[in-house]
Every structure is written in C-alpha cells, then in structure tokens.
Nanobody, 117 residues
Framework: QVQFVESGGGLVQPGGSLRLSCAASGTIFFSTYAMGWYRQASGKPRELVAAITSVGTTNYADSVKGRFTISRDNAKNMVYLQMNGLKPEDTALYYC??????????WGQGTQVTVSS
C-alpha cells in the first residue's frame, strides 16, 4: 500500500519559515503522479494549498501564493513545501497525497504547523 510520512512541522512565530517534507513509499510510479499538499485547520474543511505535476508545473491556493513553494525529488520519492512569511491563519495539520482524488486511498498522520506569537 502507499504510505506518506510528513515531517517538518512545528511552532513558529508570524513571519517565520518552515520546510515540510513528505516521503512516499509503496509505489514505483511516484514520478508519474501529480502531488499535492493539503491542510486542515480546526473547524474548517481540508483544502489543497499547493500542487505539482509530474513535469514540475505548480499551482497554489490564492491564500499562500507568493509565500509557499512546492517541489519534488522523484529520485527520492519526496515532496517538499517551503513556507515563508507564515501567518496565524496558516495554522493547520498538513498532509501530502496524490492530487487525483480517486488515488487518495491512504493518508498519513500529517504534520502540525502552528503559527503564533
């Protein structure tokens, strides 16, 4: 089965930065899939914040555009999310998964990002 292990979250002050990592395993076709970073804040639905295609094309939610950067390393089956200029509203549990909904059969535990002074 596919597994995703997210890491890199933590407690940071507003304006700070974090780099999240996602390690994917259980598939030999990793490089062919579009990937995404999702987050779910307390009391709100899960949302896609950044996505990257198999060829490196990226898209971002308006709320994070200009602050977050998604990248991938296919040789290592890794996806990253560089987060700069963090705001309190970025506080959420962050997940990595395939972007195509029908492939989202497994979710990792996520990594918590808390932005607070």
């Amino acid at each position: 089965q596919v597994q995703f292990v997210e890491s890199g979250g933590g407690l940071v002050q507003p304006g700070g930065s974090l780099r999240l990592s996602c390690a994917a395993s259980g598939t030999i076709f990793f490089s062919t899939y579009a990937m995404g970073w999702y987050r779910q804040a307390s009391g709100k639905p899960r949302e896609l914040v950044a996505a990257i295609t198999s060829v490196g094309t990226t898209n971002y939610a308006d709320s994070v555009k200009g602050r977050f950067t998604i990248s991938r390393d296919n040789a290592k089956n890794m996806v990253y999310l560089q987060m700069n200029g963090l705001k309190p509203e970025d506080t959420a549990l962050y997940y990595c998964n395939f972007k195509v909904v029908r492939n989202q059969n497994y979710w990792g535990q996520g990594t918590q990002v808390t932005v607070s002074s």
